[in-house]
């Protein structure tokens, strides 16, 4: 029984959704074409409708609850915490704050030692760009196509996908580049290793072109998430390092999705042994259970701001809530091998049941992915690469899509899809029967896209 004193009883999906309808604003929405699901509970992997059906959660919501939902310890701290001290402002130190920021240090890549606490992801990158800024005296932000790095308006103008478009024209100075990509290469490559050296010589080229000492940072995920899960080739990653080093430019590598646990690492880029300057997070520092984001800061740009003032702050840097829930959070990643657990689903479970798919989908184009961030790509055609719906594709265009996304949830699974891609990004504790009872739910809906392949 869930009592607001309003009189509605929200123990039925129906005023919880007449409610939503008419009051409730959603995001990247037309609000008349949408139907949100009423969700009742949500426990590990999985979700509840108020009919008692489950899902299973495929996405992990937003690709940020990394250790499933409503996890009993991570619950306890948050009760514990607001027993303690609700909230407190930035200015003030804090128990929860403080030993949030020294494990944060403590598994980032050394000489990374202080954190500047948000609360979310695209103020994170709002303020790396704003710290690469005024670290270097320089102003342009170089940014991938084929990225998303939030849609506040900093944020979004470094977005290279079509979110960005509506908020156009944005914050000066931003240039895009191109990735790798290697599926689709842009450069006309035919091995990973042409496409990072071909896409790092157009980044230099880009630079070149903008001028060497106009630029202040190059933003980029360390694995794209949104826009495909586009794993770096072997050499991109160290060869943007080196870029950075070469023109004194702030290597900001944007973790927001990729960081803490997804792909089986603490940081997506430690992977690669690559240390950028600054490494934006948010989502699975704490699952989400209290909105948190935040910015680790090299020891040489901390040091820009021992003597000068950072301009920027938010009332809830830091909030002691949301960094009790991280603490906890990267305490119970120890504690469960949250990293192990990510990496042993992506080598033993996923990867091989994708390639078998792989095998019986002609409408499989390329599979790709680490730990638990996967994509698969759909194509009508092999040979040419035809994605199964066009770039950006809306209403009839995206129909395929979308009825392969209803028949995987008919199947009581929860997944997340974008243009012509399926993702699989289940909580990284998910056991292995259960992420191959989603890939099941996947296999069969693709019977869909292989109706379409010509
Ligand atoms: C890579 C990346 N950066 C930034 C963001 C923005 O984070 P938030 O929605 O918490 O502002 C996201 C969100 O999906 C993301 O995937």
New binding site residues.
């Given amino acids: 029984m869930i009592d607001f004193n309003s009189g509605l009883s929200y123990d039925s999906k129906d005023a919880v959704h007449a409610s939503d309808r008419a009051h409730v604003f959603h995001s990247w929405s037309a609000q008349k074409l949408i139907n949100p699901l009423p969700i009742a509970r949500a426990e590990g992997s999985w979700i509840y409708d108020y009919d008692g059906n489950s899902y299973l959660d495929f996405s992990s919501q937003?690709m940020n609850v990394n250790i499933g939902h409503q996890h009993p310890q991570l619950v306890a701290a948050i009760q514990e915490a607001a027993g303690r001290l609700c909230t407190i402002a930035p200015f003030h130190a804090n128990a929860d704050r403080s030993e949030a920021a020294r494990l944060i240090a403590e598994v980032a890549p050394d000489g990374m030692n202080k954190v500047f606490f948000t609360s979310?992801?695209?103020?994170a990158?709002e303020n790396a760009i704003r710290m690469a800024r005024l670290h270097t005296g320089r102003r342009k932000i170089l940014a991938m196509q084929r990225s998303?790095?939030?849609?506040t308006h900093g944020?979004i103008a470094l977005t290279g996908d079509p979110r960005r478009w509506a908020s156009e024209p944005s914050i000066s100075g931003v240039v895009h580049f191109w990735g790798p990509y290697p599926y689709r290469s842009s450069f006309h490559a035919e091995t990973p290793e042409q496409e990072a050296e071909r896409a790092l010589a157009h980044l230099e080229e880009t630079i070149m072109f903008e001028g060497r000492d106009n630029v202040a940072a190059i933003i980029l995920?360390s694995v794209v998430?949104?826009n495909g899960i586009l794993v770096p080739p072997p050499g991109y990653l160290e060869g943007v390092r080196d870029i950075c080093d070469r023109y004194g430019i702030v290597m900001i590598a944007?973790e927001?999705?990729a960081g803490f646990g997804r792909i089986g690492e603490w940081f997506a880029i430690q992977r690669w042994g690559v240390t950028p300057d600054l490494i934006c997070f948010?989502?699975g520092v704490n699952s989400g259970y209290v909105p948190l984001?935040g910015v680790i800061i090299s020891d040489e740009i901390a040091a820009t701001f021992d003597e000068r003032a950072y301009p920027g702050g938010l009332t809830y840097s830091g909030h002691p809530l949301a960094t009790a829930a991280a603490v906890a959070s990267i305490n119970i990643f120890k504690d469960e091998d949250i990293l192990g657990q990510a990496q042993r689903l992506g080598t033993d479970v996923i990867a091989p049941e994708l390639e078998a798919m792989k095998q019986r989908h002609a409408s499989i184009g390329e599979v790709r992915g680490l730990g638990v961030f996967w994509a698969i790509e759909l194509v009508r055609n092999r040979e040419t690469r035809e994605m199964l719906v066009p770039y950006n594709a809306a209403g009839a265009a995206a129909k395929p899509m979308a009825d392969v996304v209803a028949a995987i949830r008919e199947q009581g699974v929860w997944c997340f899809a974008h243009f012509n891609r399926v993702h699989i990004t289940p909580p990284c504790n998910t056991s292995p029967e259960d992420v191959r009872t989603g890939l099941a739910a996947i296999d069969k809906a693709l019977e869909i896209a292989d109706a379409l392949v010509a």
């Fill in positions: 937003l979310g992801g695209a103020e990158n998303y790095h939030g849609a944020a995920e998430g949104t944007d927001v999705m948010a989502k984001g």
